[in-house]
């Protein structure tokens, strides 16, 4: 047995996971039975959910701002983490 709801979500963040979700196949149903079948089997949320340290916050407002360091590729990754 099944049983419809509505949910409100923001607009643009419902559009671009329509579009991420429709290239792995999924329509925006049946990723949410998926996401309520993962609650049911973790008998919780199926990811770790807390505020984040001072250290990731960091690195967040770097992303948010593009001040974080990039790379041309994954070598140039590796040499900067080894030095």
């Not at 099944?2 to 329509?18: C, G, H, M, P, S």
């Amino acid at each position: 047995m099944k049983t419809q709801t509505t949910i409100r979500v923001d607009e643009v963040n419902y559009n671009l996971a329509k579009e991420i979700l429709a290239k792995l196949g999924l329509n925006y149903s049946q990723a949410i039975s998926v996401f309520n079948n993962m609650i049911v089997m973790n008998k919780g949320l199926p990811f770790e959910v807390k505020i984040p340290n001072q250290e990731t916050q960091k690195a967040l407002d770097e992303l948010t701002v593009k001040k974080g360091k990039s790379f041309k590729n994954v070598n140039e990754l590796f040499d900067d983490l080894e030095n």
